[in-house]
Structures are given as C-alpha cells and as structure tokens.
C-alpha cells in the first residue's frame, strides 16, 4: 500500500488541474523553462524558472487583477519559486526522504491560489481595494465576527481615513492567515484519515506520524495567533489605535508577539525588536510604491484614451518602473518576513524541548 505522504503527494497535486498541468515537480516541465521550449524562450515570455508558476502567471494576466495585486502576485511568486529550487537542490541530495518540505511546497503554493482567486473556488480572492471606494468590502471578509467590528469600527467615528486603511490592512491580514490555517487543516486532516486506515504501519510511518503530531503543534501556534489578532481588532475597532503602539504594521505585530514567547535573551530579543523597525521601514516604503503604481496606472489609462503619444510614452517608462520598483520591494518584504518566521520559529521549538 502507498504510504501516507504518497497519497498525500497525489491528493495535492489536484491543484494542477486548475492549471492544465500535471506532474508539479517535474524534471521535464522545468527544462521546458529553461530550454526545451526554444520558440517561447527565444520570445521571452519565461517570467520564472519553474514552468507551473509561468502558468499561474499567464493566467493571472487574463484575471485582470489590478497593477498592485499582479506585482504582489509576482513577489509571492519569486519566494515560491526561490522555495522550489532550493528543494529541488535537497531533494537531489536525499534531504527530503519523507517528502515533508515538497508538502509544504504545496500548501504555500495553495494558499498563492487562493489569495488571487486562482483556487477555482468563487469569489474566493481577497479584494485588493481599500474601504473607501465603493463601500462593498465587507462581502470579502467570509466571518460574521469580522464583518461586525469592521461595521462597528467604521461606523464610529474614532478613525481617520489613513486609521482606516490601515485597519482595513489588519482585518485582510487577519483573513490570509485563516485561510493558511484552514489549507494546513485540511492538509492534517486528510493525512490522518490516510494512517488511520492503514495496516501494520511500519517504522517509517511511525516516523511519520511524529512529523504528522508536528503540523499538530504548527496548527495551535496558528490557532493562537490568529484568537491573538481577533483579540487585538476587537480592542481597536472598539477603543482605537493607541498612539503608544510600538508597531502599526499587523505583520509586524504577528512577528513581536511571538517573539516574546519565544526563547530570546534579553539582548536578542533587543536585537529583533531593532530589526523588526527596519522591516517596518521597509514595509512603509512598499506600500508608498504600491500606492504610487496605482496611481501611474490610472494615469496610464486616462492617457491611453487622449492619443496623445508622446505623453502615453512618458506615462508608460513611468509605469514600468514603478512596476519594477514595486515588485522588487514586495519580494525583500516577503524574504525578510519568511527570514524573520524562521527564527522565531526555530526559538518557539527550544521552549518545546
């Protein structure tokens, strides 16, 4: 009988129906990338190494998602792509035996899906518009408990415009690691239901089964974090943002407040705190980029329909280097966040010990 992660692998890869692609992590897909399909390559139409993120890409294009949500779409791209490579390394060196990095491949590549609408489920993308444009947001946010204190909070009178765009940030926040914890949920749940049926399991699925008690534990630090921020709306939505705050950035926030559970001296946890204003900084600066783009593209538009060449051709450098721009932040903002994760987890790991 195929093991557990096998049958795991298979069940997953499901997700490839939505692109037309089987065979996730093949050798032959990817050498279509980077040389077995010369008339494309020859074009320059590969925007990623790896041939199914060229195709959540192609199709994204025909969403039409906004310049924001596509140069966001292309950062968690770029991670995901630096992820399956460096997998791909492990996986040629024997460093993966129980196929527990390639899962969570999977589930990372799942939960980009989901984000952008690409899941195949309806109306299940976030919206990227802020609170202020048509009043409609609230149909996205898919939680009663939500819902209610986004009303509330708008409806009070206690934020201003930017309070509340920021806010409407924490509460997409919030929603994104929900779904990230519904998608690991399903993945445990569908494992268990696997090993439970199985006979005589062997020593490897014994081993295997310490690694399934593992997600057990990923799955209550997500479940913590996310009653923490549902904690934490309510209290802003009904008292306000407090000005003594140290952080506004709800990653950030994520990120301290773990930190302080974790296993840090003092003097590290000093360190991080220093290190989590730099990544603020660097969040800020991106956000001002991607509200920049959008206003480039309405421009663009606007410029597009006055045939006016000359300025189309000016608005359309500016365009692209803001697109540039943009994308370039969006995936150092994700790669020091993924870095920032990594060490708190390792030190949420030693209190476990």
Known sequence: MSNVWELLALSSSLLLVVLGQGGKYSREANEAATGGSPKRQEAGDW???????????????????????????????????????????LKAEGLDE????????????????????????????LVD???????????????PRLEKLWSKAKASGKFSDQELDKLWREFKHHKEKIHEYNILLETVSRTEEIHKNMINPSEEDQFKEEILHGKHTELKDKMRSINQ??????????????TASEFEEPRVIDLWDMAKSANFTEKELESFREELKHFEAKIE???????????????????????????????KEKYVMLE?????????????LQDLSSRISRGLQHNEL
């Open 98 to 125: 129980d196929g527990e990095k390639e899962a969570k491949l999977r589930r990372n590549l799942n939960v980009i899906m989901t984000k952008y609408g690409m899941n195949g489920k309806k109306d299940s993308q």
């Open 324 to 336: 540039e721009k943009t994308k370039e932040l969006g995936y150092k903002v994700k790669k020091h």
């Open 129 to 143: 518009t802020n609170y202020i444009k048509d009043g409609t947001e609230i149909d996205v946010l898919d939680d």
């Open 229 to 242: 921020g549902l904690d934490r709306l309510r209290k802003i939505s009904h008292q306000g943002y407090d």
């Open 47 to 89: 925007e990623f190494r790896v041939v199914k993120l060229n195709q959540i890409w192609e199709k994204a294009q025909r969403l039409h998602l906004s310049a924001v949500k596509l140069a966001e779409l292309h950062s968690d791209l770029k991670i995901q792509e630096k992820d399956e490579l460096s997998w791909k390394k």
């Open 285 to 315: 600066k991106h956000h001002h980029y991607q509200k920049q783009l959008e206003i480039s593209h309405q421009k663009l538009k606007h410029v597009e329909g006055t045939g006016d060449k000359d300025h189309l051709s000016r608005n």
